[in-house]
Protein backbone atom coordinates (compact mmCIF):
# COMPACT_ATOMS: atom_id res chain seq x y z
CA UNK A 1 0.00 0.00 0.00
CA UNK A 2 1.16 3.55 -0.97
CA UNK A 3 1.83 5.99 1.31
CA UNK A 4 -0.29 8.06 -1.39
CA UNK A 5 -3.01 9.11 0.29
CA UNK A 6 -5.34 9.83 -3.01
CA UNK A 7 -4.36 5.86 -4.07
CA UNK A 8 -7.54 4.31 -2.37
CA UNK A 9 -10.13 4.50 -4.96
CA UNK A 10 -13.37 5.03 -2.93
CA UNK A 11 -12.11 7.75 -1.08
CA UNK A 12 -14.41 10.47 -1.13
CA UNK A 13 -13.62 14.06 -2.85
CA UNK A 14 -14.75 17.32 -0.87
CA UNK A 15 -17.84 17.08 -2.12
CA UNK A 16 -20.76 16.12 0.42
CA UNK A 17 -21.10 12.93 0.91
CA UNK A 18 -24.62 11.70 -0.59
CA UNK A 19 -26.30 11.30 3.32
CA UNK A 20 -25.14 14.85 3.78
CA UNK A 21 -26.39 15.88 0.13
CA UNK A 22 -30.24 13.75 1.49
CA UNK A 23 -30.07 16.16 5.24
CA UNK A 24 -29.46 19.21 3.35
CA UNK A 25 -32.18 18.69 0.87
CA UNK A 26 -34.35 17.61 4.52
CA UNK A 27 -33.40 20.39 6.19
CA UNK A 28 -34.24 22.63 3.42
CA UNK A 29 -37.76 21.33 2.77
CA UNK A 30 -38.65 21.41 6.69
CA UNK A 31 -38.65 17.68 7.01
CA UNK A 32 -39.21 16.66 10.95
CA UNK A 33 -38.94 20.83 11.31
CA UNK A 34 -35.06 20.73 10.13
CA UNK A 35 -34.16 18.04 13.39
CA UNK A 36 -31.54 15.66 12.80
CA UNK A 37 -31.60 12.73 14.85
CA UNK A 38 -29.86 9.25 14.49
CA UNK A 39 -28.98 6.27 16.29
CA UNK A 40 -26.03 3.95 16.68
CA UNK A 41 -28.07 0.34 17.41
CA UNK A 42 -25.71 -2.09 18.34
CA UNK A 43 -26.81 -5.54 19.70
CA UNK A 44 -25.06 -6.73 22.37
CA UNK A 45 -23.65 -10.04 21.75
CA UNK A 46 -19.97 -9.30 20.63
CA UNK A 47 -17.09 -6.41 20.22
CA UNK A 48 -17.52 -3.85 18.45
CA UNK A 49 -14.51 -3.84 15.05
CA UNK A 50 -13.00 -1.46 12.90
CA UNK A 51 -16.33 -1.74 10.44
CA UNK A 52 -18.54 -0.35 13.38
CA UNK A 53 -16.07 2.39 13.95
CA UNK A 54 -17.23 3.49 10.61
CA UNK A 55 -21.18 3.42 11.58
CA UNK A 56 -20.65 5.04 14.73
CA UNK A 57 -18.38 7.86 12.94
CA UNK A 58 -21.13 8.74 10.29
CA UNK A 59 -24.50 8.63 12.81
CA UNK A 60 -22.34 10.56 15.66
CA UNK A 61 -20.40 12.97 12.92
CA UNK A 62 -23.72 14.24 11.22
CA UNK A 63 -26.07 14.45 13.97
CA UNK A 64 -22.80 16.67 15.36
CA UNK A 65 -22.48 18.67 11.98
CA UNK A 66 -26.18 19.36 12.17
CA UNK A 67 -26.59 20.46 15.56
CA UNK A 68 -28.60 17.31 16.08
CA UNK A 69 -28.75 14.39 18.82
CA UNK A 70 -27.40 10.42 18.65
CA UNK A 71 -29.03 7.74 20.55
CA UNK A 72 -27.26 4.49 21.63
CA UNK A 73 -29.32 1.72 21.66
CA UNK A 74 -28.81 -1.55 21.81
CA UNK A 75 -30.70 -4.21 19.94
CA UNK A 76 -31.07 -6.88 22.54
CA UNK A 77 -33.67 -8.88 21.13
CA UNK A 78 -32.02 -12.65 21.19
CA UNK A 79 -31.27 -13.13 24.82
CA UNK A 80 -29.30 -16.33 24.21
CA UNK A 81 -26.53 -14.38 22.92
CA UNK A 82 -26.15 -11.11 24.72
CA UNK A 83 -24.42 -10.31 27.95
CA UNK A 84 -23.60 -7.11 30.16
CA UNK A 85 -19.91 -7.77 29.17
CA UNK A 86 -20.78 -6.67 25.55
CA UNK A 87 -23.05 -3.73 26.36
CA UNK A 88 -20.52 -2.53 28.78
CA UNK A 89 -17.07 -2.68 26.26
CA UNK A 90 -19.55 -1.29 23.59
CA UNK A 91 -19.98 1.84 25.78
CA UNK A 92 -16.74 2.10 26.69
CA UNK A 93 -15.12 2.07 23.00
CA UNK A 94 -18.07 4.55 21.88
CA UNK A 95 -16.48 6.60 24.50
CA UNK A 96 -12.74 6.13 23.70
CA UNK A 97 -13.81 7.35 19.63
CA UNK A 98 -14.52 10.25 21.08
CA UNK A 99 -18.69 10.52 20.76
CA UNK A 100 -21.29 10.56 23.61
CA UNK A 101 -24.64 9.74 22.91
CA UNK A 102 -26.02 12.95 23.46
CA UNK A 103 -29.59 11.54 22.69
CA UNK A 104 -29.61 9.20 25.55
CA UNK A 105 -28.66 5.32 25.99
CA UNK A 106 -31.82 2.96 25.11
CA UNK A 107 -32.38 -0.76 24.95
CA UNK A 108 -35.10 -2.53 22.15
CA UNK A 109 -36.14 -4.62 25.81
CA UNK A 110 -36.94 -0.98 26.86
CA UNK A 111 -39.98 -1.46 24.33
CA UNK A 112 -40.86 -4.83 24.59
CA UNK A 113 -44.17 -3.73 26.04
CA UNK A 114 -44.81 -1.26 22.79
CA UNK A 115 -43.85 -3.96 20.53
CA UNK A 116 -46.14 -6.57 22.17
CA UNK A 117 -49.05 -4.22 21.30
CA UNK A 118 -47.76 -3.29 17.88
CA UNK A 119 -47.73 -6.72 17.57
CA UNK A 120 -51.57 -7.11 18.67
CA UNK A 121 -52.90 -4.29 16.11
CA UNK A 122 -51.45 -6.09 13.61
CA UNK A 123 -53.08 -9.29 14.53
CA UNK A 124 -56.59 -7.32 15.29
CA UNK A 125 -56.50 -6.06 11.41
CA UNK A 126 -55.83 -9.55 9.98
CA UNK A 127 -52.15 -8.66 8.80
CA UNK A 128 -50.59 -10.95 11.21
CA UNK A 129 -50.90 -14.96 11.85
CA UNK A 130 -49.86 -17.74 14.43
CA UNK A 131 -47.73 -20.47 12.26
CA UNK A 132 -47.54 -24.12 13.97
CA UNK A 133 -45.23 -24.86 10.93
CA UNK A 134 -41.71 -26.10 11.85
CA UNK A 135 -39.03 -24.18 11.12
CA UNK A 136 -37.86 -26.18 7.99
CA UNK A 137 -41.48 -25.99 6.58
CA UNK A 138 -41.51 -22.34 6.97
CA UNK A 139 -38.42 -22.41 5.06
CA UNK A 140 -39.87 -24.72 2.06
CA UNK A 141 -43.39 -22.24 1.74
CA UNK A 142 -41.06 -19.35 1.62
CA UNK A 143 -39.97 -20.67 -1.96
CA UNK A 144 -36.92 -19.48 -3.69
CA UNK A 145 -35.79 -15.85 -5.21
CA UNK A 146 -37.48 -17.16 -8.44
CA UNK A 147 -40.58 -19.15 -7.04
CA UNK A 148 -43.54 -17.52 -5.33
CA UNK A 149 -44.36 -18.96 -1.78
CA UNK A 150 -46.97 -20.91 -1.14
CA UNK A 151 -49.74 -20.31 1.87
CA UNK A 152 -50.28 -22.81 5.07
CA UNK A 153 -53.15 -23.70 6.81
CA UNK A 154 -52.83 -21.69 9.35
CA UNK A 155 -52.24 -18.50 7.24
CA UNK A 156 -55.95 -18.06 7.55
CA UNK A 157 -56.67 -17.90 11.03
CA UNK A 158 -59.22 -15.91 12.40
CA UNK A 159 -58.17 -12.57 14.13
CA UNK A 160 -59.78 -13.91 17.64
CA UNK A 161 -57.62 -17.25 17.43
CA UNK A 162 -54.31 -15.79 16.22
CA UNK A 163 -54.96 -13.37 19.28
CA UNK A 164 -56.21 -15.79 21.35
CA UNK A 165 -52.47 -18.04 20.42
CA UNK A 166 -50.40 -15.62 20.75
CA UNK A 167 -51.20 -14.19 23.94
CA UNK A 168 -50.80 -18.01 25.15
CA UNK A 169 -47.54 -17.43 23.42
CA UNK A 170 -46.75 -14.95 25.58
CA UNK A 171 -47.82 -17.09 28.70
CA UNK A 172 -45.76 -19.53 28.41
CA UNK A 173 -48.71 -22.15 27.39
CA UNK A 174 -46.16 -23.53 24.56
CA UNK A 175 -42.99 -25.37 24.18
CA UNK A 176 -40.41 -23.00 22.57
CA UNK A 177 -40.12 -23.31 18.83
CA UNK A 178 -43.73 -24.98 18.70
CA UNK A 179 -45.13 -21.61 17.27
CA UNK A 180 -44.33 -18.19 15.93
CA UNK A 181 -45.75 -14.79 14.92
CA UNK A 182 -45.98 -14.33 11.50
CA UNK A 183 -46.48 -10.80 9.36
CA UNK A 184 -49.08 -11.23 6.60
CA UNK A 185 -47.64 -9.83 3.59
CA UNK A 186 -47.11 -11.23 0.13
CA UNK A 187 -45.54 -15.18 -0.30
CA UNK A 188 -45.13 -13.85 -4.22
CA UNK A 189 -43.00 -10.73 -3.57
CA UNK A 190 -39.94 -10.89 -5.48
CA UNK A 191 -38.12 -9.71 -2.11
CA UNK A 192 -38.27 -12.55 0.17
CA UNK A 193 -38.10 -10.38 3.09
CA UNK A 194 -41.74 -9.55 2.45
CA UNK A 195 -43.18 -13.60 1.95
CA UNK A 196 -45.28 -13.72 5.49
CA UNK A 197 -41.97 -12.85 7.81
CA UNK A 198 -41.11 -13.80 11.34
CA UNK A 199 -42.07 -11.28 14.14
CA UNK A 200 -42.15 -13.36 16.96
CA UNK A 201 -40.32 -16.66 18.41
CA UNK A 202 -40.96 -18.77 21.56
CA UNK A 203 -37.99 -18.42 23.56
CA UNK A 204 -37.67 -19.74 27.56
CA UNK A 205 -34.56 -18.05 28.09
CA UNK A 206 -33.08 -15.50 30.82
CA UNK A 207 -32.62 -11.87 29.12
CA UNK A 208 -29.85 -9.94 30.74
CA UNK A 209 -32.33 -6.90 31.63
CA UNK A 210 -35.51 -8.52 31.79
CA UNK A 211 -35.18 -11.43 33.30
CA UNK A 212 -37.70 -13.82 32.52
CA UNK A 213 -40.63 -11.48 32.32
CA UNK A 214 -40.72 -12.95 28.69
CA UNK A 215 -41.00 -16.29 26.84
CA UNK A 216 -41.68 -14.62 23.36
CA UNK A 217 -39.02 -12.38 21.98
CA UNK A 218 -39.58 -10.21 18.93
CA UNK A 219 -37.57 -10.99 15.62
CA UNK A 220 -34.45 -8.63 14.89
CA UNK A 221 -36.30 -7.43 11.90
CA UNK A 222 -39.77 -6.43 13.78
CA UNK A 223 -37.97 -4.88 16.37
CA UNK A 224 -35.41 -2.83 14.75
CA UNK A 225 -37.65 -0.53 12.39
CA UNK A 226 -40.52 -0.35 15.07
CA UNK A 227 -37.64 0.99 17.88
CA UNK A 228 -36.43 3.94 15.08
CA UNK A 229 -40.22 4.79 15.33
CA UNK A 230 -40.77 4.60 18.77
CA UNK A 231 -37.48 7.31 19.47
CA UNK A 232 -38.32 9.75 16.60
CA UNK A 233 -35.43 8.74 14.83
CA UNK A 234 -35.15 11.09 11.69
CA UNK A 235 -32.60 9.51 9.50
CA UNK A 236 -32.00 5.66 10.35
CA UNK A 237 -28.15 5.10 9.04
CA UNK A 238 -27.20 1.77 8.46
CA UNK A 239 -24.73 -0.19 6.22
CA UNK A 240 -25.99 -1.73 2.66
CA UNK A 241 -26.82 -5.17 3.67
CA UNK A 242 -30.20 -3.77 5.10
CA UNK A 243 -31.21 -2.13 1.75
CA UNK A 244 -33.53 -5.40 1.08
CA UNK A 245 -34.98 -4.83 4.81
CA UNK A 246 -36.01 -1.25 3.94
CA UNK A 247 -39.69 -2.24 2.12
CA UNK A 248 -39.97 -4.33 5.15
CA UNK A 249 -39.72 -1.99 7.81
CA UNK A 250 -41.82 0.53 5.79
CA UNK A 251 -44.50 -2.20 5.44
CA UNK A 252 -44.56 -1.84 9.49
CA UNK A 253 -44.53 2.15 9.99
CA UNK A 254 -47.51 2.42 7.19
CA UNK A 255 -49.80 -0.51 8.69
CA UNK A 256 -49.04 0.52 12.36
CA UNK A 257 -49.83 4.61 11.40
CA UNK A 258 -46.45 5.21 13.96
CA UNK A 259 -43.24 8.00 12.93
CA UNK A 260 -42.09 7.19 9.27
CA UNK A 261 -38.34 7.04 10.48
CA UNK A 262 -36.50 6.98 7.26
CA UNK A 263 -33.84 4.28 6.51
CA UNK A 264 -30.98 5.66 4.43
CA UNK A 265 -28.10 2.73 3.29
CA UNK A 266 -24.44 2.65 2.85
CA UNK A 267 -21.44 0.80 1.84
CA UNK A 268 -20.36 -0.98 5.20
CA UNK A 269 -16.20 -1.02 5.52
CA UNK A 270 -14.55 -4.18 4.52
CA UNK A 271 -10.76 -3.83 4.88
CA UNK A 272 -8.35 -7.01 3.63
CA UNK A 273 -6.20 -8.90 5.97
CA UNK A 274 -8.90 -9.24 8.45
CA UNK A 275 -13.01 -11.09 8.77
CA UNK A 276 -15.64 -8.64 10.02
CA UNK A 277 -17.97 -11.63 11.27
CA UNK A 278 -18.66 -10.96 14.94
CA UNK A 279 -19.44 -15.25 14.92
CA UNK A 280 -16.03 -15.35 13.08
CA UNK A 281 -14.51 -13.36 15.50
CA UNK A 282 -15.92 -15.27 18.48
CA UNK A 283 -14.73 -18.48 17.42
CA UNK A 284 -11.35 -17.29 16.93
CA UNK A 285 -11.42 -16.54 20.75
CA UNK A 286 -13.47 -19.36 22.00
CA UNK A 287 -10.60 -21.67 19.95
CA UNK A 288 -7.68 -19.75 21.73
CA UNK A 289 -6.34 -18.63 18.53
CA UNK A 290 -6.09 -15.18 19.91
CA UNK A 291 -5.83 -13.57 23.59
CA UNK A 292 -9.24 -12.73 23.36
CA UNK A 293 -11.57 -9.98 22.19
CA UNK A 294 -8.86 -7.72 23.23
CA UNK A 295 -5.80 -9.26 21.59
CA UNK A 296 -3.68 -6.56 19.54
CA UNK A 297 -3.84 -8.43 16.45
CA UNK A 298 -8.19 -8.09 16.43
CA UNK A 299 -9.68 -5.52 14.53
CA UNK A 300 -11.90 -5.13 17.52
CA UNK A 301 -11.97 -1.54 19.08
CA UNK A 302 -10.25 -2.93 22.20
CA UNK A 303 -7.84 -4.96 20.22
CA UNK A 304 -6.70 -2.03 18.50
CA UNK A 305 -6.74 0.11 22.00
CA UNK A 306 -4.93 -2.53 23.67
CA UNK A 307 -2.14 -2.46 20.64
CA UNK A 308 -1.55 1.43 21.03
CA UNK A 309 -4.03 2.69 18.69
CA UNK A 310 -5.61 6.22 18.85
CA UNK A 311 -9.12 7.71 18.25
CA UNK A 312 -7.86 10.22 15.96
CA UNK A 313 -5.62 7.63 13.62
CA UNK A 314 -9.28 5.54 13.42
CA UNK A 315 -11.29 8.76 12.77
CA UNK A 316 -9.02 10.18 10.44
CA UNK A 317 -9.02 7.01 8.41
CA UNK A 318 -13.24 6.70 8.64
CA UNK A 319 -12.96 10.05 7.18
CA UNK A 320 -10.38 8.87 4.04
CA UNK A 321 -12.64 5.74 3.41
CA UNK A 322 -15.85 8.08 2.64
CA UNK A 323 -19.62 7.36 2.33
CA UNK A 324 -20.25 5.67 -0.60
CA UNK A 325 -23.14 3.50 -1.94
CA UNK A 326 -20.65 0.93 -3.70
CA UNK A 327 -19.12 -1.77 -1.72
CA UNK A 328 -15.37 -1.87 -1.90
CA UNK A 329 -12.29 -3.53 -0.24
CA UNK A 330 -9.87 -1.58 1.33
CA UNK A 331 -7.10 -1.81 2.03
CA UNK A 332 -5.42 -1.94 5.23
CA UNK A 333 -2.30 -0.10 5.06
CA UNK A 334 -4.33 3.08 4.98
CA UNK A 335 -5.73 2.05 8.38
CA UNK A 336 -1.72 1.87 9.10
CA UNK A 337 -0.92 4.99 7.21
CA UNK A 338 -3.07 7.32 9.13
CA UNK A 339 -2.09 5.62 12.60
CA UNK A 340 1.74 6.32 11.34
CA UNK A 341 0.39 10.06 10.41
CA UNK A 342 -1.20 10.50 14.03
CA UNK A 343 1.62 9.06 15.67
CA UNK A 344 4.65 10.76 14.15
CA UNK A 345 2.95 14.21 15.33
CA UNK A 346 2.44 13.14 18.96
CA UNK A 347 3.86 10.00 20.10
CA UNK A 348 6.90 10.26 22.59
CA UNK A 349 10.34 9.53 21.29
CA UNK A 350 12.06 7.15 23.11
CA UNK A 351 15.34 4.97 23.50
CA UNK A 352 15.06 1.09 23.57
CA UNK A 353 16.97 -1.85 22.46
CA UNK A 354 14.97 -5.04 21.43
CA UNK A 355 18.31 -7.32 20.43
CA UNK A 356 20.86 -6.12 22.75
CA UNK A 357 24.74 -6.93 22.94
CA UNK A 358 27.03 -4.43 24.48
CA UNK A 359 28.73 -1.33 23.52
CA UNK A 360 31.90 -0.04 25.80
CA UNK A 361 33.23 2.62 24.92
CA UNK A 362 37.06 2.34 26.03
CA UNK A 363 37.91 5.74 26.61
CA UNK A 364 35.33 6.88 28.64
CA UNK A 365 35.98 7.24 32.19
CA UNK A 366 34.70 4.22 33.92
CA UNK A 367 32.23 5.05 37.21
CA UNK A 368 31.26 8.25 35.32
CA UNK A 369 27.26 9.06 34.00
CA UNK A 370 26.38 12.24 32.75
CA UNK A 371 22.65 13.14 31.54
CA UNK A 372 22.42 14.66 28.09
CA UNK A 373 19.25 16.24 26.47
CA UNK A 374 17.16 14.61 24.36
CA UNK A 375 13.87 15.89 21.98
CA UNK A 376 10.61 14.37 23.34
CA UNK A 377 9.12 14.86 19.55
CA UNK A 378 10.80 17.04 16.94
CA UNK A 379 7.43 17.21 15.22
CA UNK A 380 6.05 19.04 18.25
CA UNK A 381 8.49 22.01 19.58
CA UNK A 382 6.26 22.25 22.52
CA UNK A 383 6.84 18.67 23.85
CA UNK A 384 10.02 19.72 25.39
CA UNK A 385 13.11 17.22 26.05
CA UNK A 386 14.11 14.90 28.86
CA UNK A 387 17.77 13.70 30.05
CA UNK A 388 18.98 10.27 29.27
CA UNK A 389 22.16 9.10 31.18
CA UNK A 390 24.91 8.26 29.22
CA UNK A 391 27.82 6.49 30.57
CA UNK A 392 30.65 3.87 29.57
CA UNK A 393 28.48 0.75 28.72
CA UNK A 394 25.70 1.05 26.94
CA UNK A 395 23.44 -1.58 24.70
CA UNK A 396 23.15 -1.51 21.20
CA UNK A 397 20.96 -3.41 18.72
CA UNK A 398 23.22 -6.70 17.56
CA UNK A 399 21.73 -5.86 13.92
CA UNK A 400 23.33 -2.50 14.20
CA UNK A 401 27.06 -3.86 13.62
CA UNK A 402 28.61 -6.38 11.04
CA UNK A 403 31.72 -7.89 10.91
CA UNK A 404 32.02 -7.15 7.23
CA UNK A 405 30.32 -4.65 5.60
CA UNK A 406 30.46 -2.53 2.25
CA UNK A 407 30.48 1.14 1.65
CA UNK A 408 26.05 1.49 2.14
CA UNK A 409 26.38 0.35 5.67
CA UNK A 410 25.87 3.54 7.64
CA UNK A 411 25.66 1.71 10.88
CA UNK A 412 28.63 -0.12 13.20
CA UNK A 413 31.40 -1.89 11.56
CA UNK A 414 35.37 -2.16 11.76
CA UNK A 415 36.53 1.00 9.88
CA UNK A 416 33.23 2.47 10.38
CA UNK A 417 32.21 5.91 12.59
CA UNK A 418 28.65 6.67 13.80
CA UNK A 419 26.94 9.19 16.02
CA UNK A 420 25.16 8.03 19.42
CA UNK A 421 21.51 9.44 19.22
CA UNK A 422 21.74 12.78 21.27
CA UNK A 423 25.07 11.92 22.16
CA UNK A 424 28.81 11.46 21.07
CA UNK A 425 30.25 9.77 17.40
CA UNK A 426 32.28 6.72 18.19
CA UNK A 427 34.60 4.85 16.34
CA UNK A 428 34.91 0.88 15.86
CA UNK A 429 37.78 -0.61 18.13
CA UNK A 430 37.52 -4.29 18.78
CA UNK A 431 34.51 -6.59 19.42
CA UNK A 432 34.22 -9.54 21.17
CA UNK A 433 32.62 -13.01 20.56
CA UNK A 434 30.85 -16.18 22.52
CA UNK A 435 31.73 -19.33 21.68
CA UNK A 436 29.55 -19.95 19.48
CA UNK A 437 31.17 -16.93 16.92
CA UNK A 438 28.30 -14.53 18.06
CA UNK A 439 29.19 -10.88 19.00
CA UNK A 440 28.46 -9.90 22.12
CA UNK A 441 30.14 -6.87 22.71
CA UNK A 442 31.67 -4.36 20.54
CA UNK A 443 34.15 -2.14 21.66
CA UNK A 444 34.34 1.92 20.50
CA UNK A 445 36.33 4.99 21.11
CA UNK A 446 34.35 8.61 21.63
CA UNK A 447 35.19 11.81 20.37
CA UNK A 448 34.68 14.01 23.35
CA UNK A 449 34.13 17.56 21.35
CA UNK A 450 31.39 15.92 19.51
CA UNK A 451 28.23 15.99 22.00
CA UNK A 452 25.32 16.27 20.06
CA UNK A 453 23.86 20.61 20.09
CA UNK A 454 27.86 21.51 20.61
CA UNK A 455 30.02 19.39 18.43
CA UNK A 456 33.19 21.19 17.14
CA UNK A 457 35.07 17.87 15.47
CA UNK A 458 34.26 18.36 12.22
CA UNK A 459 33.76 14.14 11.79
CA UNK A 460 31.08 13.59 9.30
CA UNK A 461 28.91 10.84 10.84
CA UNK A 462 26.68 8.90 7.88
CA UNK A 463 24.48 6.82 10.47
CA UNK A 464 22.79 7.32 13.57
CA UNK A 465 22.25 4.65 16.24
CA UNK A 466 20.10 4.27 19.57
CA UNK A 467 21.13 3.13 22.45
CA UNK A 468 20.22 2.41 26.17
CA UNK A 469 22.67 3.27 29.10
CA UNK A 470 23.71 -0.07 30.74
CA UNK A 471 23.46 0.43 34.28
CA UNK A 472 20.14 2.43 34.53
CA UNK A 473 18.11 0.39 31.66
CA UNK A 474 14.94 -1.54 32.28
CA UNK A 475 14.00 -4.93 31.70
CA UNK A 476 11.02 -5.30 29.04
CA UNK A 477 9.37 -8.14 26.88
CA UNK A 478 8.27 -6.65 23.98
CA UNK A 479 5.63 -8.03 21.59
CA UNK A 480 5.85 -7.86 18.04
CA UNK A 481 2.66 -8.27 16.73
CA UNK A 482 1.62 -8.23 12.94
CA UNK A 483 -1.07 -8.70 10.92
CA UNK A 484 -3.61 -11.76 12.30
CA UNK A 485 -4.10 -13.20 8.50
CA UNK A 486 -1.91 -13.49 5.63
CA UNK A 487 -3.63 -13.79 3.04
CA UNK A 488 -5.66 -10.57 1.93
CA UNK A 489 -9.20 -12.03 1.54
CA UNK A 490 -8.78 -15.33 4.34
CA UNK A 491 -12.81 -15.16 4.06
CA UNK A 492 -12.89 -15.61 0.25
CA UNK A 493 -11.96 -19.73 -0.08
CA UNK A 494 -14.88 -21.50 -0.73
CA UNK A 495 -12.97 -24.93 -0.51
CA UNK A 496 -11.08 -23.72 2.87
CA UNK A 497 -12.12 -21.86 5.91
CA UNK A 498 -10.82 -19.17 7.03
CA UNK A 499 -8.66 -20.14 10.10
CA UNK A 500 -6.20 -21.60 7.70
CA UNK A 501 -5.30 -18.57 6.46
CA UNK A 502 -3.85 -17.43 10.10
CA UNK A 503 -0.41 -15.58 10.00
CA UNK A 504 2.08 -18.00 12.27
CA UNK A 505 3.99 -14.94 12.18
CA UNK A 506 1.70 -12.69 13.68
CA UNK A 507 2.57 -12.50 17.01
CA UNK A 508 7.11 -12.80 18.82
CA UNK A 509 7.45 -12.09 22.22
CA UNK A 510 10.95 -10.74 22.58
CA UNK A 511 12.42 -10.75 26.26
CA UNK A 512 15.61 -9.27 27.99
CA UNK A 513 14.68 -5.78 26.50
CA UNK A 514 16.04 -2.96 27.42
CA UNK A 515 14.64 0.52 27.78
CA UNK A 516 15.57 4.09 28.70
CA UNK A 517 14.66 4.45 32.48
CA UNK A 518 12.12 7.29 31.63
CA UNK A 519 9.67 4.01 30.34
CA UNK A 520 9.53 2.76 34.09
CA UNK A 521 6.17 3.84 34.81
CA UNK A 522 4.58 4.11 31.59
CA UNK A 523 0.97 3.64 31.55
CA UNK A 524 -1.08 2.20 28.90
CA UNK A 525 -2.55 4.67 26.86
CA UNK A 526 0.29 6.39 25.46
CA UNK A 527 1.99 5.13 22.22
CA UNK A 528 5.79 6.21 22.09
CA UNK A 529 8.02 5.78 19.47
CA UNK A 530 11.35 3.80 20.22
CA UNK A 531 14.16 5.63 18.13
CA UNK A 532 14.46 3.69 14.41
CA UNK A 533 12.03 0.26 15.50
CA UNK A 534 8.39 1.75 15.45
CA UNK A 535 5.83 2.25 17.56
CA UNK A 536 4.77 0.63 21.09
CA UNK A 537 2.53 0.75 23.93
CA UNK A 538 2.33 -0.26 26.97
CA UNK A 539 -0.07 -3.42 26.94
CA UNK A 540 -3.08 -2.85 28.97
CA UNK A 541 -3.48 -6.56 30.45
CA UNK A 542 0.17 -7.57 31.44
CA UNK A 543 2.29 -4.35 31.79
CA UNK A 544 3.00 -3.35 35.85
CA UNK A 545 4.75 -0.61 36.71
CA UNK A 546 8.71 -1.71 37.35
CA UNK A 547 8.04 -4.50 34.49
CA UNK A 548 6.40 -3.43 31.67
CA UNK A 549 5.48 -5.24 28.38
CA UNK A 550 5.24 -3.26 25.04
CA UNK A 551 2.88 -4.24 22.26
CA UNK A 552 4.24 -3.24 18.51
CA UNK A 553 1.51 -1.03 17.49
CA UNK A 554 2.98 -0.50 13.82
CA UNK A 555 6.55 -0.02 12.07
CA UNK A 556 8.03 3.00 11.04
CA UNK A 557 7.33 1.81 7.17
CA UNK A 558 4.82 -0.32 5.84
CA UNK A 559 6.46 -3.89 5.70
CA UNK A 560 4.08 -5.53 3.44
CA UNK A 561 4.29 -3.08 0.37
CA UNK A 562 4.40 -5.38 -3.13
Same mark, same amino acid.
Given at each position: MSENKGSVENIESGSRNFIQQIIDADIAAGVNGGLVHTRFPPEPNGYLHIGHAKAICISFGLANEFGGLTNLRFDDTNPVKEDVEYVDAIREDIKWLGFEPNGGEFFTSDYFDQLYTFALKLIDDGKAYVDDSTAAEIALQKGTPTQPGVANKYRDRTPSENRELFEGMKEGKFEAGSRVLRAKIDLANPNMHLRDPLMYRIMFETHHRTGDKWCIYPMYDFAHGQSDSIEH?????????????????????????????????????????? @?????????????????????????????????????????????? @????????????????????????????? @???????????????????????????????????????????????????????????????????????????????????????????? @?????????????????????????????????DAEVRLYDRLFADPNPDGHKDRPFTDFLNPDSLEILTNCKLEPSLAQAEPGTTYQFTRLGYFAPDSRYSKPGTPVFNRTVTLRDSWKG
Open positions: ITHSLCSLEFEVHRPLYDWYIENLEIFPSRQTEFARLNLNYT @VMSKRKLLFLVEDKSVDGWDDPRMPTLSGLRRRGYTPASIREFIDR @VGVAKRENIIDVGLLEWALRDDLNRVAPR @VMAVLNPIKLVITNYPEGKTELLPSVNNPEDPESGSRELPFGRELWMEADDFKLEANRKWFRLAPGKTVRLKSAYIVEYVDHICNSEGEVTE @VHVKYFENSKSGSDTSGIKAKGTLHWVESSNAI
